[in-house]
Structure formats: structure tokens, C-alpha cells
């Protein structure tokens, strides 16, 4: 217990900054569908958060250096505070882009501090299960979050005022911590030529995957609401959807060590695909077979992250797993910008399963570039083939996410 009430603190600072976050983040769409704003205005305040997070990503380490850490992670908590408060003062869709776009670069600046100060408190021997504690604490507050938005009527202004306060909370543990202050952050620069010369398959993945999470994670409460769905089991939709990730990720991870990767990708794409492509066909309106599909969706779509990573370090040297995993959340980040906007376009056009139109599509994509480049390349030999770890492509992941985990620290 030692080596973990140290961290308690950082701990809990996270979990409300995420609780605030999942919360937050489920109720805009559900307020913005309620209000009138057009799936498309909807789309367009997902890409707002998508890049804010990822210019937050490239910028938060200069402003920490100057700032500091402790002052740094209490003015991203308290800008994401005051952001939620003006999102039930002012309801437009041109102001909440605008918010939505700073609530990302305040929510990614918040965690890369927690993460950076994780990692300093972390030694090679406590490194992998500090790690795992922080992802189920990334998985229980998101979700938590996301269900206390069944405590209250959307329309109301109940809901922002607890996410702010939410917000708020997270400020308290690290304000009072005595944990000694980390190095500086970690600073990751985007280099997709080394990327796609490493693997052309990580990097063509991670930009659709992007495209893929990001639309499901803007517009899937709209598809729920739409559907009929009250906010309670919206909620849990959007839950069922990343515990069935979260439970066919080793699974299918430890079935890619023994094959070729591409393969396993492949296959979870076109299984994802499917299911996209059975949702916009059938349209269902009962609640079980919506609950169930989207389990089913996002057990096959989840994991495909994961085997992108794994399949990157595959052919890089050990000492550049922070580089390329970094470099491939960057990746996705910029896939999320677009997806939200294509997905709101397909909703206007043929209705809220048109949110499953794009993700089959960018599912059918990258299946069918997994499987061509197993013709271009031959796989890396089983002894040679980085170990599956299961690194979940969730909002709250930033660069310094990779700097925490257990393998940045394997020799070169």
C-alpha cells in the first residue's frame, strides 16, 4: 500500500475529472437534439472538441513548463468548470462549438498533467499495475459519469451545474497533495513519414478509427435519443459499448500474437462492419435490440486500437514505443475531427442509423487496406512480435498516456 497512497490523490483527481467529462460529454448531444440543433450543427460541436484536444495535446507541455503543474491542472479544471456553466447560459450552436473546442484543450491539458505526475510516481516494479488501476479508473469514471445524466432531465440545467462541480472537485486532491512535482511533460511530434514506414496499416487504422470513435462518441446519444431511448438507457447504451471492448480485448489480443495481426484487424473490421451495416438496414426501435447490437458493435470495433499499436511497435525498436504510440493518438485525434462531421451529414440524409453508414464504411476501408498490405509485406515472425497490451482508444487518452505505460520503459 505504500507505493499506492502516494497516488491516491492524483487518482481521484482523475476520476472526478473523467466522472465530470463522461457526464459532460454525454449531455451536450442529448441537450443540443433536445434544443433543435440540427445533427449536423451537433456534428460540428464534436470536431470543436476533437481539435481543441488535439492542439491541447501539441501546446499543454509548453504551458505547463511555464506555469507548473499544480497551477496548470487547476486552471484546466476550473476553464472546464466555467465552460459547463456558460453551455446552460448561453444555448447556441456557434457558442458551444467554440466551448466545446476549449473543453477539450482544458480536459486533454488536465490529464496530461495526472499522467506525467503518475509516471514520476511510478518505478519499473509498480509501473504496470499503476498503469492498469488508472485504466479502470479512466473506464469506471466515464461511465459513472455518462449514467448520472439519468439524475435529471437534459433539459434542465440540473446537469451542467453538477458537471461543474464535478470539475471542480477533481482540483482538491491535487491542490492538497504533497507528491513532489514531475518532470516536465512529455512532448510528441507527429512524424507520419516514420510512422508509415513503420507500418502503412497503423497509420491508415488510427486515422479511421478516429473517424470511426469519434462519430459513435458525438452522435450516438443523438441516434439513441432519436431512436427513442430515454436518457437512462442511453447511458448504458454508450456503456454496454465499451465493456463489450472491454472484455473481447485480450481475447482477440492474444489471438494476434499467434497470427498475423493484419488478419485479426481485418476480421474485427468487417465483423464491425457488419453489424454498422445491420443497424442502417433494420433501423431497430426496441430498446433490447438496440442495447445489443451496440454491445455487439463495440466488442468488435473497440479493440481495433489496440491491435493498430501493437502492430506499429511490431516493427520499431523498444525505445520508440513512446514516440509511436504518442504519434498514433495523435493520429486518431485527427481522425476524430472528421468523423462527427460525416456522420451528421449521413444522419440529416438518411436518418439517425445513417450514423452507421460511415462507420461501416470506414470499417469496409480499412479492412480492405489490412488485407492488401499482407500482400505488400510479409508479417514479423511470432519470437520477434511485440506482446498484445490492450491501450483503449478512449477521449480522455493523450501522448503522455503512452509514457505511462509499462512498455515505454522496456530496454532498447
Not at 484543450?105 to 518505478?123: D, I, K, P, Q, Y
Amino acid at each position: 500500500m505504500k507505493n499506492y497512497l502516494p497516488i491516491a490523490a492524483l487518482l481521484t483527481s482523475a476520476a472526478f475529472l473523467l466522472a465530470a467529462n463522461g457526464l459532460h460529454g454525454l449531455l451536450l448531444p442529448l441537450r443540443a437534439n433536445g434544443e433543435g440543433f440540427s445533427t449536423t450543427e451537433i456534428g460540428l460541436i464534436g470536431t470543436g472538441w476533437a481539435i481543441g484536444f488535439v492542439l491541447s495535446s501539441l501546446l499543454t507541455p509548453l504551458l505547463v513548463r511555464r506555469a507548473g503543474h499544480i497551477r496548470a491542472f487547476a486552471a484546466f479544471s476550473a476553464t472546464a468548470a466555467i465552460i459547463a456553466l456558460v453551455n446552460a447560459l448561453i444555448v447556441s450552436p456557434a457558442a458551444w462549438m467554440f466551448l466545446r473546442g476549449c473543453s477539450g484543450f482544458a480536459m486533454a491539458g488536465g490529464m496530461m498533467v495526472v499522467e506525467s505526475w503518475l509516471n514520476e510516481r511510478s518505478t519499473n516494479e509498480t509501473r504496470g499495475s499503476i498503469f492498469s488501476i488508472y485504466m479502470s479508473v479512466n473506464f469506471i469514471s466515464i461511465t459513472g459519469g455518462q449514467l448520472l445524466v439519468a439524475t435529471d432531465d437534459p433539459a434542465n440545467d440540473t446537469l451542467f451545474m453538477l458537471a461543474s462541480i464535478l470539475f471542480c472537485l477533481a482540483v482538491l486532491p491535487t491542490a492538497l497533495s504533497t507528491a513532489a512535482t514531475p518532470k516536465p511533460l512529455t512532448r510528441v511530434r507527429l512524424n507520419i513519414t516514420q510512422l508509415y514506414r513503420f507500418s502503412p496499416v497503423a497509420v491508415v487504422s488510427a486515422i479511421l478509427i478516429g473517424v470511426i470513435n469519434g462519430a459513435f462518441g458525438t452522435l450516438a446519444p443523438v441516434f439513441g435519443s432519436q431512436s427513442g431511448l430515454p436518457a437512462l438507457l442511453i447511458a448504458i447504451m454508450m456503456g454496454l459499448t465499451i465493456m463489450g471492448g472491454a472484455i473481447t480485448q485480450i481475447p482477440i489480443g492474444r489471438l494476434s500474437d499467434r497470427t498475423d495481426r493484419r488478419y485479426v484487424l481485418a476480421a474485427g473490421a468487417i465483423g464491425a462492419c457488419f453489424t454498422g451495416v445491420v443497424i442502417f438496414t433494420l433501423r431497430p426501435s426496441d430498446p433490447v435490440q438496440i442495447l445489443l447490437l451496440t454491445a455487439l458493435y463495440g466488442a468488435l470495433t473497440y479493440p481495433l486500437y489496440s491491435l493498430t499499436v501493437a502492430h506499429a511497435n511490431d516493427f520499431a525498436a523498444s525505445g520508440d514505443f513512446v514516440a509511436i504510440s504518442g504519434g498514433m493518438l495523435l493520429l486518431y485525434g485527427i481522425g476524430t475531427m472528421f468523423g462527427p462531421a460525416s456522420a451528421s451529414i449521413a444522419m440529416a440524409q438518411f436518418g439517425p442509423a445513417g450514423l452507421f453508414s460511415v462507420t461501416a464504411s470506414a470499417h469496409f476501408i480499412m479492412a480492405g487496406h489490412a488485407i492488401y498490405r499482407t500482400m505488400r509485406r510479409r508479417p514479423v515472425p511470432e519470437n520477434e512480435r511485440e506482446t498484445f497490451a490492450a491501450f483503449p482508444a478512449q477521449k480522455a487518452l493523450t501522448p503522455e498516456t503512452a509514457a505511462l505505460d509499462p512498455r515505454a520503459d522496456e530496454p532498447q
